[in-house]
């Protein structure tokens, strides 16, 4: 059972109760900070974790190009040889 922590008496009460059963005091409404397992986090690091490998994936195969643009020397052509 999911609980929370009463801001009055700061007894452990069930986690969407709207009064407190110790002290019978009306409990504020609960606010992000109060839900734990909210799937929104999950979905922020899992579209950090594609935007992250997208970027890797293409600096390596920018730097792969890089490398074979300075290694590719310019291509004379071949000489023609003329028959005598």
């Not at 109760?17 to 734990?36: E, G």
């Not at 579209?47 to 290694?71: D, M, P, Q, Y």
């Amino acid at each position: 059972m999911r609980t929370r922590t009463c801001p009055f008496c700061k007894e452990d009460i069930h986690f969407q109760a709207l009064v407190c059963r110790y002290c019978t005091r009306d409990l504020p409404p609960l606010t992000q900070r109060h839900r734990k397992n909210s799937p929104g986090w999950l979905a922020a690091i899992a579209a950090a974790g594609i935007i992250v490998s997208g970027a890797t994936f293409l600096a390596v195969e920018f730097l792969r190009e890089r490398k074979n643009w300075l290694t590719d020397q310019p291509r004379r052509p071949a000489p023609q040889t003329q028959p005598d």
